[in-house]
């Protein structure tokens, strides 16, 4: 039983000291420093001590027991003199290491680590969460220091993309981020029309929320009033969409979601239980006034909207075909949702450009169909 353990423990050690730039303790290090060194010095010993025989006459591959006492003596010497060299050089380069690498490494690391806790104090939980265990991405963590880097620089670095009114990410995560995943996601891990959904598939889409009557809100109540509308809206958001996309405050009153929904999941029905958590959670208390509902346009699209011919309409233009759904849903009485289903694909770019620019077009020319309740 100890021996297997001990086994073990010596193949995990002798894997970190054969992981070269990711070792975690000087002992790794050195012990990966001494075996180079020693396999170095072996091949220099052999060829030095063939070399001095060859010059001296003698045999280069004898026993020991039968070298004749010159030779012998240069064997000896050769191989005192390469452990020798071995341990002071080996431990020259480990306190080399040391110094140059390992203590300045080890000083960044509790600087990063002391900031992180900082970054991760001042930054909102929810928005951590998004941030590290982001829904689009999988990380590999090898929990090498270069880790403790990535994630002060994920932590602090995306604070950037934080909306402090709403609790939610901005615009420029979605331009500068969520849009490449999306392309990533787009290209390499969404399934193909041919293919026959099962239990568990993705099934991606883009959501334009805009809020109803906003404006009168805020000739109503005040600025300041508005913005606590527009911060509880931005918590119901992210209580509808958990841990399965992310909340973007797109400008203004309007917000843009991307949530990756598993089969059989419909949107349809996922847009309607986000328009009623809306309606039952965002209400307007005090202020002299009654409990009132505040309530959302809804307009969404599948990403990518042709399944089939995933990159024929860009991130971008699926925003757009969700607007032109959201604005159809306040022209149809608000407090609603359209969704837009793909029947088929354009065969031009310019008949592309016209369904991007126009849905009812789109939807006259049999390229897609619109939805409601």
């Given at each position: 039983?100890?021996?297997?353990?001990?086994?073990?423990?010596?193949?995990?050690?002798?894997?970190?000291?054969?992981?070269?730039?990711?070792?975690?303790?000087?002992?790794?290090?050195?012990?990966?420093?001494?075996?180079?060194?020693?396999?170095?010095?072996?091949?220099?010993?052999?060829?030095?001590?063939?070399?001095?025989?060859?010059?001296?006459?003698?045999?280069?591959?004898?026993?020991?027991?039968?070298?004749?006492?010159?030779?012998?003596?240069?064997?000896?010497?050769?191989?005192?003199?390469?452990?020798?060299?071995?341990?002071?050089?080996?431990?020259?380069?480990?306190?080399?290491?040391?110094?140059?690498?390992?203590?300045?490494?080890?000083?960044?690391?509790?600087?990063?680590?002391?900031?992180?806790?900082?970054?991760?104090?001042?930054?909102?939980?929810?928005?951590?969460?998004?941030?590290?265990?982001?829904?689009?991405?999988?990380?590999?963590?090898?929990?090498?220091?270069?880790?403790?880097?990535?994630?002060?620089?994920?932590?602090?670095?995306?604070?950037?993309?934080?909306?402090?009114t709403t609790g939610c990410f901005n615009?420029?995560?979605?331009?500068?981020?969520?849009?490449?995943?999306?392309?990533?996601?787009?290209?390499?891990?969404?399934?193909?029309?041919g293919s026959l959904r099962t239990y568990?598939?993705?099934?991606?889409?883009?959501?334009?929320?805009?809020?109803?009557?906003?404006?009168?809100?805020?000739?109503?109540?005040?600025?300041?009033?508005?913005?606590?509308?527009?911060?509880?809206?931005?918590?119901?958001?992210?209580?509808?969409?958990?841990?399965?996309?992310?909340?973007?405050?797109?400008?203004?009153?309007?917000?843009?979601?991307?949530?990756?929904?598993?089969?059989?999941?419909?949107i349809e029905s996922y847009a309607e239980?986000?328009?009623?958590?809306?309606?039952?959670?965002?209400?307007?208390?005090?202020?002299?006034?009654?409990?009132?509902?505040?309530?959302?346009?809804?307009?969404?699209?599948?990403?990518?909207?042709?399944?089939?011919?995933?990159?024929?309409?860009?991130?971008?233009?699926?925003?757009?075909?969700?607007?032109?759904?959201?604005?159809?849903?306040?022209?149809?009485?608000?407090?609603?949702?359209?969704?837009?289903?793909?029947?088929?694909?354009?065969?031009?770019?310019?008949?592309?450009?016209?369904?991007?620019?126009?849905?009812?077009?789109?939807?006259?020319?049999?390229?897609?169909?619109?939805?409601?309740?």
């Amino acid at each position: 039983m100890n021996v297997a353990y001990n086994l073990r423990k010596f193949r995990r050690f002798m894997s970190g000291v054969f992981a070269i730039g990711k070792w975690k303790s000087l002992k790794e290090a050195a012990t990966f420093i001494y075996i180079v060194s020693t396999v170095f010095l072996i091949i220099v010993g052999v060829f030095l001590f063939s070399f001095i025989s060859y010059i001296m006459g003698y045999e280069m591959f004898v026993p020991i027991h039968k070298m004749p006492k010159a030779q012998g003596l240069t064997f000896l010497t050769i191989f005192v003199g390469m452990i020798l060299i071995d341990f002071l050089m080996g431990t020259f380069f480990v306190w080399l290491y040391d110094k140059l690498i390992m203590m300045p490494t080890e000083n960044i690391i509790n600087e990063i680590s002391e900031r992180t806790e900082k970054a991760a104090a001042a930054f909102p939980l929810e928005m951590r969460q998004l941030v590290e265990e982001n829904p689009f991405v999988s990380v590999e963590k090898t929990g090498t220091w270069v880790d403790s880097i990535d994630r002060y620089m994920n932590l602090a670095g995306n604070e950037k993309y934080y909306d402090e009114t709403t609790g939610c990410f901005n615009r420029k995560y979605f331009l500068q981020v969520l849009s490449q995943m999306l392309k990533t996601e787009m290209i390499c891990d969404i399934k193909s029309s041919g293919s026959l959904r099962t239990y568990g598939d993705r099934a991606y889409a883009i959501f334009m929320i805009d809020i109803d009557h906003f404006k009168k809100i805020n000739d109503e109540f005040g600025h300041q009033f508005g913005d606590e509308i527009l911060a509880l809206v931005g918590k119901t958001l992210k209580k509808a969409v958990t841990n399965k996309g992310v909340v973007v405050r797109n400008g203004g009153e309007e917000f843009l979601l991307v949530v990756c929904l598993n089969y059989p999941e419909s949107i349809e029905s996922y847009a309607e239980s986000v328009r009623a958590l809306f309606e039952h959670d965002v209400r307007i208390t005090g202020q002299g006034s009654k409990n009132r509902p505040v309530t959302c346009s809804i307009g969404y699209t599948p990403f990518p909207f042709f399944s089939d011919h995933p990159t024929v309409v860009s991130v971008s233009d699926h925003v757009k075909i969700a607007d032109q759904a959201m604005y159809l849903s306040k022209t149809c009485g608000r407090n609603t949702w359209r969704g837009i289903e793909a029947l088929r694909t354009p065969s031009s770019e310019e008949e592309i450009n016209k369904m991007v620019d126009s849905i009812l077009y789109g939807e006259s020319s049999r390229y897609l169909r619109i939805l409601c309740p």
